[in-house]
């Protein structure tokens, strides 16, 4: 053979009589394409020098494997189908998917790292779970869910319940700070959005509390929403809607879009039970918060946080004893200062350190002398309810 050009010298049968091989077919330029136990694994064919066996030996690009007799090709094939040699599976390129021009974000928003910003994650601590008595599940784990899908919070019931302190556990379970503002103190819609000051000659907009959490992604707390005047109702109803955008009518009416982690949890007491500067939540607002939860107090819940406290089991009963008389003596006006879930941690903690007395001091020189009482009874056990029924019907009759 003189030329170069493959020839068709190579016999097919060759091959065919080999067990698993298979010649698929001999094209024009004599090459025979083979299969080995149904896996195509290229074609081989006779050159002036030899044969040739041409396959994607490395998985991609074509390679030609060359032998100067045939009986050294069909033993290298015999192998392959044996094992001995390996041929990787062509790889097909993958089409580049076509990129779609991607149009303007109508907000640009910024990531912050929270990494930066510890100091407003709250510390990790045990929070009791309610059992909510409409679903019968954990009040936490549906305030969780309400949040986790974008909805606003509301949460109602007397001071020192829980409030925000199930908003603080969210935040620290999650490692997202955690900001709060209370509407009850003189609050301005520039405290919440934000306002102009000079600095070093140069005139600079600092942004509000609320612009502020919005654009970093925080969780921000709004306190006794019911006692916050107009103007900060209207700068927040767009920011609880279905709009959720803060509108900078100082700043040329510039429109900030929250960050999608920006979540806002309101919290009042209960206008029925007579809080000052509350007023009746009207529908529209309440309307802007997708669910509602009333935090109350609960002695079952007061009982297991003071067991998680480290207070002993004895206290602990005298500590509840003593709760529920003076939350008595509330309803019965004896008392005007609700006694709170907070107030029984802090008296718990005070009776462990037999600085018990202390928390006459919340309570004005008018109720003093109830709750003194009540702490004979219940504390020191140095005192009768009874008794303390029979002296004030001695002091009734003298009254007469």
Known sequence: ME???????????????????????????????????????????????????????????????????????????????????????????????????????????????YK??????????????????????????????????????LLIGPTGSGKTTLARFYCAKNKIPYRRVSLNGGATVEDLAGHYILKDGETIWVDGIITDAARKGHVVVVDEINAAPAEVLFFLNPILDGERVIILSSKDGEVVKPHTNF????????????????????????????????????????????????????KIDDVMKFTKSLRDAYVKHEIITPWSTRSVMNFAELLSDNKEKLILNRFKETEKSVVSDQMDIFVYKTKNPLDMDADDDDDDEDDY
């Not at 081989?44 to 060359?66: I, L, M, Q």
């Not at 100091?119 to 869910?145: A, M, N």
């Not at 607002?285 to 004895?314: Q, W």
């Open 3 to 113: 030329n170069t050009k493959e020839t068709t010298k190579f016999n097919a049968d060759d091959l065919s009589n080999i067990d698993r091989v298979v010649v698929v077919k001999t094209d024009k330029q004599g090459r025979n394409h083979i299969t080995v136990s149904g896996k195509r694994i290229g074609h081989v064919y006779e050159t002036k020098n030899g044969f040739s066996w041409r396959a994607p030996f490395d998985g991609s690009n074509w390679t030609t494997n060359n032998y100067s007799t045939k009986e050294e090709l069909v033993q290298s094939i015999i192998d392959y189908r044996d094992g001995n040699i390996e041929i990787k599976p062509e790889e097909k390129p993958t089409p580049k998917p076509v990129k779609k021009p991607e149009p303007e974000p109508e907000y640009k928003l910024v990531e912050f790292d």
């Open 116 to 153: 930066k910003e510890t100091h407003l994650i709250p510390k990790e601590f045990k929070y009791v779970e309610r059992k909510l008595s409409e679903t019968g599940t954990s009040d936490y784990k549906e305030f969780e869910l309400a949040l986790n899908t974008g909805k606003n919070v």
């Open 263 to 314: 979540k806002v949890i309101a919290t009042c007491n209960p206008t029925e039970q007579g809080y000052a500067g509350t007023n009746e939540i009207n529908e529209a607002l309440r309307d802007r918060f997708h669910l509602t939860f009333y935090i109350d107090y609960n002695e079952s819940v007061e009982r297991k946080i003071l067991r998680t406290m480290g207070i002993e089991t004895s």
